[in-house]
């Protein structure tokens, strides 16, 4: 038998921009308010994991270019020079 953690939910009183609310939930396809909520919380969370996994594999990057004194040729002109 597999168990799933138990949510902890609690009524919430928001004052929300409706046609906001109705643009998300026809973008997310969810069916309630509560579940487009819910569902755009949870994007939110997983895009900043994404981009803090990006930083952390970035950092690690640079730090072995350093390491191993390989030089980064900044071909687009995007990184800062002192």
Do not use: P, S
């Not at 009524?11 to 409706?18: A, E």
């Not at 895009?47 to 004194?69: C, P, S, V, Y």
Request: net charge neutral.
């Amino acid at each position: 038998m597999v168990r799933t953690a138990k949510v902890e939910r609690q009524h919430k009183h928001l004052v929300l921009d409706q046609a906001k609310l109705k643009k998300a939930q026809k973008l997310l396809g969810a069916r309630t308010e509560t579940e487009t909520i819910d569902r755009a919380l949870e994007q939110v969370i997983n895009e900043e994991e994404k981009n803090r996994r990006a930083w952390q594999a970035h950092d690690r990057f640079i730090r072995e270019a350093i390491l191993h004194d390989v030089k980064i040729e900044d071909v687009l002109g995007h990184l800062d020079h002192d």
